[in-house]
């Protein structure tokens, strides 16, 4: 199946730096990514739509200076959580739709995650 | 308006069938999922079913959907040790083929 893989898988940083966090599409190639945010015994929350060669389309109530998204080619998105902070410790998600034969368009394939910690 | 609603918190027996229930809000969403999440990873895609469909079997995974009640449901038959998770189920809004929007998860344990 297709993969999608996240690095790092968890980072600690110090408040005020800033964090990237990468994701690969390793067998395929994905036009279109999405980045999730998931609180520890929630559910994952929507926050972009990376698009190859375009700007990130940012959900409601998600700030695009501090989450930037670069999606510079069809098989790597990248998220920046810019001057971050406390609140921003958080598990975050990356996830691509692979174009498969008899799968439904709406599929997508998630990484791994990678757990940020803000100290 | 976008919600999907599980309740947080299933225990059963080794053994025994785990049915997990779902409801959304999006009577036009084309496919729904069940995704399974184990402790530290990613979503992990158990099954999805089409719109039109009212049941899908896959080895001991059926899952139900009522369209009229917006109710979906995912029965996992013989639950295993190794199915203990968190088990999400997701819309796709009309239009939206990109955008999953994922209910809160259900946290199935399941003891001996």
């Known amino acids: 199946g297709a993969v999608v893989s996240q690095h790092p898988s968890w980072v600690i940083c110090k408040s005020g730096t800033s964090v990237k966090i990468e994701c690969r599409s390793l067998?395929?190639?994905?036009?279109?990514m999405f980045w999730y945010r998931q609180f520890p015994k929630q559910s994952l929350m929507l926050m972009a739509t990376?698009?190859?060669?375009?700007?990130?389309?940012?959900e409601q109530g998600v700030e695009k200076d501090k989450f930037l998204i670069n999606h510079a080619s069809l098989t790597l998105s990248t998220l920046t959580v810019t001057s971050a902070h406390p609140e921003d410790s958080s598990f975050y998600i990356c996830?691509?739709?692979?174009?498969?034969?008899?799968?439904?368009?709406?599929?997508?394939?998630f990484g791994e995650g990678s757990r940020l910690t803000v100290l | 308006g976008e919600d999907v609603e599980q309740s947080l918190f299933l225990s059963v027996r080794e053994g025994d069938s785990s049915v997990i229930n779902c409801t959304y809000t999006d009577s036009s969403s084309t496919y729904l999922y069940w995704y399974k999440q184990e402790p530290g990873a990613g979503l992990q895609l158990l099954t999805y079913?089409?719109?039109?469909?009212d049941m899908k079997q896959d080895q001991r995974l059926t899952v139900l959907l009522n369209k009229k009640d917006k109710h979906l449901s995912l029965r996992i038959a013989d639950t295993q040790t190794g199915d203990s998770a968190i088990y999400f189920c997701?819309?796709?809004?009309?239009?939206?083929?990109?955008?999953?929007?994922f209910g809160a998860g259900t946290r199935l344990a399941v003891h001996p």
């Open positions: 067998d395929f190639q994905a036009t279109t």
């Open positions: 997701a819309e796709s809004p009309s239009g939206g083929y990109n955008k999953l929007i």
């Open positions: 996830s691509a739709r692979a174009h498969i034969p008899a799968r439904p368009t709406g599929e997508l394939f």
């Open positions: 079913i089409f719109s039109n469909m």
């Open positions: 990376s698009n190859e060669g375009s700007k990130a389309t940012y």
